[in-house]
């Protein structure tokens, strides 16, 4: 957390409540992108056993990893998925 509230000053506000859950509120309102939980895609249960190597390295890519690490994954990785 940043803020530019030394440790002495937030204890002296420490009683006033509202402030705090101000000050939180504020915290999650500037890292929502952080809080919010993205919603799961599901696939139409026909299109289950249709899952491709695009669509397999897509899903690495979409969970963070490079494409010069997914290049040398073994060929196991992608019978998991």
């Not at 006033?16 to 952080?34: G, H, M, S, Y």
């Amino acid at each position: 957390m940043l803020t530019s509230l030394d440790p002495e000053t937030f204890s002296k506000h420490i009683a006033n409540q509202d402030a705090i859950a101000e000050l939180v509120l504020k915290i999650i309102q500037v890292n929502e992108a952080f809080f919010k939980k993205e919603k799961q895609q599901s696939r139409a249960k026909n299109e289950v056993n249709e899952s491709t190597w695009f669509d397999s390295i897509q899903y690495l890519i979409g969970c963070g990893h490079r494409p010069d690490d997914i290049l040398t994954m073994s060929w196991r990785i992608f019978e998991i998925h």
